[in-house]
């Protein structure tokens, strides 16, 4: 099983630019979660979803969008980046036993 | 709503020695308890978790933790240190009925050889 895939692993955008992360999962998890890692301030919640089709706001969602149009795929949205947008995002996917992550993508905004 | 302090930022510990990496948690409810690690450059991986049963659970590498449910605490400890424990631990709390954790801020720990 390849668990929580994520692309890119790197990634430099331009003030302005957008773009989508992409996460797959083949576990047929229902729950599936956008985290950002910042240095010293752990995992924040961007967005998350309970199922195809649902979504739903987490603590730092503003300037990020998400989709769920299916239970493996759950991509973020970069519509107009910004420097604060820096970070390395992760996805995850979850069953009641805990979550399995994917291995990151380490976005640069300039 | 749940809330997890992990007080200890970074701790430095001598190779072969003990280490506890402290957590503490808050819920108005019952909880379920996780610490993962996260090496240099990679995800986090599940060490151990407390979902039900004995209040000590050991996890991968040696580590083990114990569920205090009057302190409100999921320490975790490893009686002997290698370099490769080097690397960041977070600790994670979920109420029952509920996938989704709430993570502390996480704890470096670095091996001095």
């Known amino acids: 099983n390849a668990g929580v895939t994520q692309t890119p692993k790197f990634r430099i955008l331009k003030i302005g630019q957008s773009m989508t992360l992409q996460c797959t999962q083949d576990?047929?998890?229902?729950?599936m979660y956008w985290y950002r890692q910042d240095p010293g301030m752990g995992l924040k919640l961007i967005y998350y979803?309970?199922?195809?089709?649902?979504?739903d706001k987490g603590e730092v969602p503003n300037g990020y969008n998400v989709s769920r149009s299916t239970t493996e795929d759950f991509p973020l949205r970069l519509e107009l980046a910004a420097p604060s947008q820096t970070s390395v995002y992760f996805c995850?996917?979850?069953?009641?036993?805990?979550?399995?992550f994917g291995s990151g993508t380490r976005l640069t905004v300039v | 709503a749940q809330s997890v302090t992990q007080l200890d930022s970074q701790v430095p510990v001598f190779e072969e020695a003990p280490v506890e990496l402290r957590c503490n948690y808050s819920s108005s409810v019952s909880v379920y308890l996780f610490w993962y690690v996260q090496y240099p450059n990679q995800g986090l991986q599940l060490l151990l978790k407390y979902l039900s049963g004995s209040t000590l659970v050991k996890g991968i590498n040696g580590f083990e933790a114990e569920f205090n449910k009057s302190q409100t605490s999921f320490h975790l400890r490893k009686p002997s240190v290698h370099i490769s424990d080097t690397a960041e631990y977070f600790c994670a709390v979920r109420a029952l009925g509920n996938e989704k954790l709430t993570f502390g801020t996480g704890t470096r720990l670095t091996i001095i050889p």
């Open positions: 576990m047929n998890h229902n729950y």
């Open positions: 995850a996917s979850s069953t009641q036993e805990g979550y399995t």
């Open positions: 979803s309970v199922g195809a089709g649902i979504t």
